[in-house]
């Protein structure tokens, strides 16, 4: 029984970076019917923003300020590369995030360079102890920072202008620009909120560990992530993430029991789930179902 309590803790750890990566994407695809791949490298930005930060003005401003930093490139690269796409096909605009993407890993990864980074957290991988379990504090700082992330979007969404503007546009964005929302200053938005949310998932994924250019690869795990939660639900996004990284941890635990299966077997768990998932639900568990009139 421990052992099945620590890995649901470590799931839900890890389950949370999962939730703020997926956010990032359907936060963009809510405002812009666009899925932006260039988030996994908003995230190694983030990430390695911080390692340079911590050392000057400590690890709890380097965050922010990384994830500040990070929402504005995102920012950047929305004004320049994904508006004047505006009316594209929605492909043509995915396949530029892509290659934002590829561009910006370059360049973050001749700041990586040789030496080994770290984002200087204060956890490590100590634990925390509660009778017979134990649970890493980096772990249980994730499933925090994501609450309180989750919580202050809900309340952004739901009571600021801009945040309604946003659930308008998302709504129906002809009939927001009638009613004198930007939908152009809501795309904006939507990106600089999806930098900083990787960055901040960047940050709790590498936490105890090292910074390489490979850590971008953990973000792709949040497409099945929205896939399964639906690409256009919030909370989907966050049960999605909680819901694969538990399923995860839980075979990487087990998998080992079943010779057959052998020891990798949770990294391809995320995608099965998002198969069985819409082999019964194809909009995802939260997804709205669009009907078409003919």
Do not use: C
């Amino acid at each position: 029984m421990t052992e099945l309590i620590e890995s649901l803790l470590r799931g839900l750890g890890t389950g949370s970076v999962y939730a703020l990566l997926a956010l990032g994407f359907v936060i963009i695809y809510k405002a812009t019917r666009v899925i932006s791949f260039a988030q996994p490298a908003f995230m190694l930005a983030g990430v390695v923003a911080v390692t340079y930060l911590t050392p000057t003005v400590g690890f709890w401003a380097a965050v922010p300020l990384a994830a500040a930093g990070t929402g504005l490139l995102a920012l950047g690269v929305e004004r320049t590369a994904v508006r004047p796409m505006v009316g594209r096909p929605a492909f043509v605009v995915a396949i530029i995030t892509l290659g934002v993407d590829v561009a910006v890993r370059v360049v973050v990864n001749a700041f990586i360079g040789l030496d080994v980074r770290h984002v200087g957290d204060p956890w490590g991988l100590r634990t925390l102890a509660v009778g017979p379990v134990e649970m890493q504090q980096r772990h249980l700082a994730a499933v925090v920072a994501a609450a309180l992330l989750v919580a202050g979007l809900f309340a952004f969404f739901r009571y600021t202008r801009t945040g309604l503007a946003m659930r308008a546009a998302a709504l129906d964005q002809e009939a927001a620009l009638a009613h004198g929302v930007s939908v152009g200053a809501v795309f904006a938005v939507s990106w600089a909120l999806a930098g900083g949310l990787a960055a901040v998932a960047g940050t709790f994924a590498a936490a105890g560990g090292s910074v390489d250019g490979a850590l971008w690869l953990i973000a792709l795990t949040a497409l099945p992530v929205i896939i399964l939660g639906g690409l256009d639900s919030l909370p989907g996004a966050v049960v999605g993430g909680l819901a694969v990284g538990v399923l995860q941890e839980l075979t990487a635990t087990y998998a080992n029991d079943v010779a057959w299966l052998g020891g990798n077997v949770s990294v391809i768990t995320p995608y099965v789930l998002m198969l069985v998932v819409l082999l019964v639900r194809p909009y995802g568990l939260f997804g709205t179902r669009e009907v078409e009139r003919v």
